[in-house]
Each structure stands twice: as structure tokens, then as C-alpha cells.
């Protein structure tokens, strides 16, 4: 028996600095997420200040600024359990989902998972066998995303990925 691994994902925070609200929904979704996966446009590499103590894997995405463009890959690979996931942006593969998810399979050919941002636009689906998730933009106070979206992935046996929405307590 594998033991079960929880990853929160986000992506599209768009934060100059963590705000307040910030750090309240993020202790409020991703608190028993040992592994957290940011796929890019933090805007501000402090935005990942807040997960102190977890394992965190990042990439920067075209809004990012030059620490977080010097500080991050562009695209990478990891493990989650016996799983390889990639993890981009994709603003380099194009400006919508469907360009985006067509250059996926080339860049990651290997991973059973593949994590991008970019579109704002959530999704969690498999196809050919990969399990494609795009968290959408975790932005707490824009007009881009209320409800706030993210996704968390469960490994373990199997992997398994589901895609939420942040409503304030």
C-alpha cells in the first residue's frame, strides 16, 4: 500500500507582495497539503513565502518579474509518489487552452500528470491516460476570478486530481 501524497496547486496569483486575504485562503485551502505546486505568474516570488515548511515546486510564467524569472525554471518535471508530473505556464505554447494543451504532450512526453496556468480557466481531465489539470487564477480581490478556483492532487495508488473554489469564512 502506497502511502497517500496531497498537493495543492495554484497558479495566476498575480500578487506583488502576499496580501492578507492572500494568506488567509491559503491557509484555509492548502493546510493539509504537504506538497504544494505553483504554475506561475506569481508576479512576486514572496508569494511562495507562505508555504514555509512544505516541499514547493514553481515555475514562472510571462508576468513575473526578474527574481522570479531568475529564481525559476520555465517548465519542470517531478515526482508526486510513483507519478512524474510536468508543470509549466504555457504562455509560451500559446495564448489559449486548446494551443496550449496541443504542445503539452511534446514537452512532457513521459509524465503521467501535466500542471499548467496561463488561461485562467480551470481544468482537471484526463486524455490518452495523462491527467491534464489547470488550477486557474488564484486571485483573491480581481475581477479575474470570483470564485477563486484552485486543485488539489491526491497520489497514492492511483492519481487523482479535482479542482475547488475558495469562499471566504
Same mark, same amino acid.
Given at each position: 500500500?502506497?502511502?497517500?501524497?496531497?498537493?495543492?496547486?495554484?497558479?495566476?496569483?498575480?500578487?506583488?507582495?502576499?496580501?492578507?486575504?492572500?494568506?488567509?485562503?491559503?491557509?484555509?485551502?492548502?493546510?493539509?497539503? $504537504?506538497?504544494?505546486?505553483?504554475?506561475?505568474?506569481? !508576479?512576486?516570488?514572496? +508569494?511562495?513565502?507562505?508555504? @514555509? /515548511? #512544505?516541499?514547493?515546486?514553481?515555475?514562472?510564467?510571462?508576468?513575473?518579474?526578474?527574481?522570479?524569472?531568475?529564481?525559476?525554471?520555465?517548465?519542470?518535471?517531478?515526482?508526486?509518489?510513483?507519478?512524474?508530473?510536468?508543470?509549466?505556464?504555457?504562455?509560451?505554447?500559446?495564448?489559449?487552452?486548446?494551443?496550449?494543451?496541443?504542445?503539452?504532450?511534446?514537452?512532457?512526453? $513521459?509524465?503521467?500528470?501535466?500542471?499548467?496556468?496561463? !488561461?485562467?480557466?480551470? +481544468?482537471?481531465?484526463?486524455? @490518452? /491516460? #495523462?491527467?491534464?489539470?489547470?488550477?486557474?487564477?488564484?486571485?483573491?480581490?480581481?475581477?479575474?476570478?470570483?470564485?477563486?478556483?484552485?486543485?488539489?492532487?491526491?497520489?497514492?495508488?492511483?492519481?487523482?486530481?479535482?479542482?475547488?473554489?475558495?469562499?471566504?469564512?
Amino acid at each position: 500500500m502506497t502511502d497517500r501524497i496531497r498537493a495543492g496547486i495554484l497558479s495566476d496569483t498575480h500578487l506583488r507582495r502576499p496580501s492578507r486575504e492572500y494568506i488567509d485562503a491559503v491557509r484555509q485551502c492548502f493546510a493539509d497539503c $504537504e506538497l504544494i505546486i505553483h504554475a506561475g505568474d506569481l !508576479t512576486d516570488i514572496s +508569494v511562495l513565502d507562505v508555504f @514555509a /515548511g #512544505k516541499t514547493v515546486h514553481a515555475v514562472h510564467g510571462n508576468c513575473c518579474g526578474g527574481t522570479g524569472r531568475s529564481t525559476l525554471p520555465r517548465e519542470c518535471s517531478f515526482q508526486v509518489g510513483n507519478f512524474t508530473v510536468g508543470l509549466l505556464h504555457g504562455y509560451n505554447l500559446g495564448r489559449y487552452a486548446d494551443a496550449i494543451e496541443s504542445g503539452l504532450w511534446n514537452v512532457f512526453p $513521459e509524465a503521467d500528470c501535466i500542471i499548467y496556468g496561463h !488561461t485562467h480557466e480551470p +481544468v482537471c481531465k484526463r486524455v @490518452a /491516460g #495523462k491527467l491534464i489539470i489547470n488550477p486557474g487564477a488564484f486571485q483573491i480581490n480581481s475581477w479575474y476570478s470570483s470564485p477563486c478556483p484552485y486543485a488539489l492532487l491526491e497520489a497514492g495508488e492511483e492519481l487523482h486530481g479535482s479542482l475547488h473554489e475558495f469562499s471566504p469564512r
